[in-house]
């Protein structure tokens, strides 16, 4: 279990820096209230990761794991190209 938790954690980590929630919270913290951007930052995420938790094991209840993988990786390489069309535009 420890193991899947340190795995889980450095792929949200890696995954994370330089995300544009780390700029939101630079900013709110850059008002001069790091523990309150720190405790209303964090609370979201709890929220946010509970949410995605609680979605994606009901979703393998039904779908075949690879499915989901795909699905999510797909989705997100079209957000990517939605985002960088934008920035191109």
Not at 18 to 45: E, H, R, Y
Not at 49 to 78: S, Y
Request: charged share 10%.
């Amino acid at each position: 279990m420890i193991a899947n938790i340190l795995k889980i954690f450095g792929a949200i980590f890696v995954a994370e820096l330089g995300d544009k929630t780390q700029f939101a919270v630079l900013g709110f913290a850059a008002s001069g209230k790091p523990v309150a951007t720190f405790i209303g930052a964090s609370a979201a995420l709890v929220v946010i990761t509970a949410i995605g938790a609680i979605v994606g094991a009901a979703m393998g209840k039904f779908i075949p794991q690879k499915i989901v993988q795909t699905a999510a990786g797909a989705l997100f390489i079209v957000i990517g190209i939605v985002y960088l069309w934008k920035g191109l535009s």
